[in-house]
């Protein structure tokens, strides 16, 4: 990358950047709606017989209940 | 309108600068920002005091239950064991009462002895490890500044861990590398017995693309569903798997905390080993000096961070989005992916990520699995009829 390139503001909008200032980049691949698995409700989950599904349901349950305590957040550390 | 920040709760302080390391990839050292060299290396006291005091205002100004301190690098261990055990007494000494502070070392693993740990367990701090897998061949691009391989260091290091100082473990960070196998990774991490795995995707953008990307998202989604079905199908959780479980978390429309995910504000900033308030470093990915606020720890307090627009850009959700993230059907789980993967020369971060297409397919696939998991057992449920409707059955095939 050459410096020239560096206009963008610390806010991540877009700066004019001459020939390809138009250009955009368009998602590919499927864009279809996903299922709406929001509609399964944690009770309704506790049924389902799949063991590591049931220990990741349980830590979300757990979080559910203290939600100021969730703090895994940052990609480059634990 | 008044603006509504959420306040910071990690907070990421670079106690030693520099690595004994120089992993080819590193967007630290090897990336387009070369602010790390103008920095002392190691963290003096006085800005170490100085943060905590800053990070026990911010606590007390918000009303903070819970805080994370991470220490990071470079290699922490390098400010040695003694020193990071007594800033995160610091911290928690000065943390208002109620406020948990969950302090973790984020360590090439290189460094840890057994007293090291044991000072470090004192402390009550976790142990992060770093390892592209858990063979040779898979960390050959973790290598000192001679080109010496780190591998037989860092497995001796994750072991001790595993073996002698299991409570303090809190996992391992792996950077995808596909040109190894998926399955093969996955399992050689688990041998070194990680309560957690992540798998982060390389730093990339649109300009600066990742190593063998194509767009298709074969090359990284394709990674990642291999290893989830893995992971999915093992008939027990062998260890946590954050990218996998967040998603899962976001799929049941349920608040997920990942970067690599979701639309949730991010509230993680950096104190450099100056003092110097900065947005997280993986930005320095992108182009240089990105991170930086101009704020500092000795005249600033983190609600002055909080201001700055790249920090508010952070947690504006789906309105820093990308027109395109914004019409997406699968926003709401991507979120865009991780925000320096949105990068553009000249364009900024407002595209959607690089990996747009591997994420599509990730999520699209764990959707999959998810849900005919699910309708196994919940025959009666409108959403098996649902996603029988919209997911095409998985490229892989076998649903368990
Ligand atoms: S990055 Fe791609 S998949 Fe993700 S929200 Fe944006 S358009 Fe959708």
New interface residues.
């Given amino acids: 990358m050459d410096s020239s390139d560096r206009t963008d503001s610390a806010d991540g909008t877009e700066s004019a950047d001459g020939a390809d200032g138009a250009d955009r980049v368009e998602p590919t691949g499927d864009l279809s709606a996903l299922p709406d698995l929001t509609e399964l409700s944690l009770a309704e989950l506790a049924t389902v017989q799949h063991p590591l599904l049931q220990e990741v349901l349980a830590d979300l349950r757990e979080r559910a209940r203290r939600p100021s305590e969730m703090l895994w957040g940052w990609a480059n550390s634990f | 309108m008044a603006e509504q920040h959420a306040p910071f709760?990690?907070f990421?302080v670079k106690v030693h600068g520099r690595c004994n390391l120089a992993c080819r990839y590193c967007y630290l050292y090897e990336g387009?920002d070369d602010t790390w060299r103008g920095r002392p290396a190691a963290a003096p006291p006085e800005v170490l005091d100085r943060t905590a005091s800053r990070i026990a205002e911010h606590a007390r100004a918000h009303g903070?239950?819970?805080?994370?301190l991470?220490l990071?690098g470079g290699e922490p261990l390098l400010a040695g064991a003694e020193t990071l055990g007594r800033f995160t007494a610091l911290v928690r000494d000065r943390a208002p009462a109620g406020c948990?502070v969950?302090a973790?070392v984020?360590t090439n693993a290189t460094l840890l002895t057994e007293p090291r740990l044991a000072i470090l367990a004192r402390h009550r701090i976790?142990v992060?490890i770093s390892l592209d897998g858990g063979l040779p061949a898979h960390n050959a691009r973790r290598v000192d500044h001679a080109g010496r391989p780190s591998w037989p260091a860092a497995a001796r290091g994750a072991r001790l861990v595993a073996d002698r100082f299991p409570e303090s473990y809190?996992?391992i960070?792996a950077v995808v590398d596909v040109t190894q196998d998926p399955v093969q990774t996955y399992e050689s991490l688990l041998a070194l017995r990680p309560p957690?795995l992540?798998l982060?995707l390389p730093h990339g953008n649109?300009?600066?693309p990742p190593p063998h990307w194509d767009?298709?998202?074969t090359v990284y989604g394709g990674w990642l569903c291999t290893v989830f079905d893995r992971?999915?199908k093992?008939?027990?959780?062998e260890t946590?798997v954050?990218l996998f479980?967040e998603c899962?978390?976001l799929?049941?429309?349920?608040?997920a905390?990942?970067?690599?995910l979701g639309l949730?504000p991010?509230?993680?900033v950096v104190v450099e080993t100056d003092g110097a308030i900065e947005?997280?470093?993986?930005l320095k990915s992108?182009?240089?000096g990105?991170a930086?606020t101009g704020l500092d720890v000795f005249r600033h307090g983190f609600d002055e961070a909080l201001r700055?627009?790249?920090v508010?850009?952070r947690q504006a959700g789906a309105t820093?989005l990308?027109?395109?993230?914004r019409a997406?059907?699968?926003v709401s789980?991507c979120g865009g992916g991780?925000?320096v993967h949105?990068?553009?020369?000249?364009?900024?971060?407002?595209?959607?990520s690089v990996y747009?297409?591997d994420l599509?397919?990730f999520?699209?696939h764990v959707?999959t699995r998810?849900?005919a998991?699910?309708s196994?057992?919940?025959a009666t449920?409108?959403?098996a009829t649902?996603?029988a409707a919209?997911?095409?059955s998985s490229p892989e095939g076998g649903i368990?």
């Fill in positions: 709760r990690q990421i387009p903070l239950t819970a805080l994370s991470i990071h948990t969950r973790v984020q976790g992060g809190a996992g960070l957690a992540d982060l649109w300009s600066e767009g298709t998202g992971w999915w093992a008939g027990r959780r946590r954050r479980e899962i978390a799929l049941l429309g349920l608040p905390i990942t970067e690599a949730q991010f509230d993680a947005q997280v470093d993986s992108a182009y240089e990105a930086r700055h627009p790249g508010r850009a820093a990308a027109e395109q993230c997406c059907p699968l789980v991780h925000y949105r990068y553009r020369a000249g364009h900024g971060f407002r595209n959607p747009c297409a599509q397919r999520i699209r959707a998810l849900g998991t699910a196994a057992t919940t449920s409108a959403m649902a996603v919209v997911v095409p368990p």
